[in-house]
């Protein structure tokens, strides 16, 4: 089992800044495919990015290129979100997901993803 606990969402105005992160604890972190996903209201949880279990790759969502960055400390066992230039469309409950093993050609289904956190609020104000 992994458990993993989001922090650092908040309110923002548009084009500001705000760093996301997620604590792992249970299993070694280092091997694991580490992602983010968010939900906005009535909408379906959707793929932000993600990182290997190393931090040599990251991938990340077409609407979130150049503006969020993912980064991983596996001495300290985090993920971190780095979202510049955020946008009132940004606006969700935030998820950190942990893999064993991830297929890139899958990686943006919510289903192939076997541990979640519980979520962060983040709230960008136009």
């Known amino acids: 089992q992994v458990q993993l606990v989001e922090s650092g969402g908040g309110l923002v105005q548009a084009g500001g800044s705000l760093r996301l992160s997620c604590a792992a604890s249970?299993?070694?972190?280092?091997?694991?495919?580490m992602s983010w996903f968010r939900q906005a209201p009535e909408k379906e949880r959707e793929f932000v990015g993600a990182i290997s279990s190393r931090g040599s790759y990251t991938y990340y969502a077409d609407s979130v290129k150049g503006r969020f960055t993912i980064s991983r400390d596996n001495a300290k066992n985090t993920v971190s979100l780095q979202m510049n230039s955020l946008k009132a469309e940004d606006t969700a409950v935030y998820y950190c997901?942990?893999?064993?093993?991830?297929?890139?050609?899958?990686?943006?289904?919510?289903?192939?993803?076997?541990?979640w956190g519980q979520g962060t609020q983040v709230t960008v104000s136009s």
């Open positions: 249970g299993r070694t972190f280092s091997d694991y495919v």
């Open positions: 997901a942990a893999s064993g093993y991830i297929n890139t050609a899958t990686m943006r289904r919510t289903d192939v993803w076997d541990y």
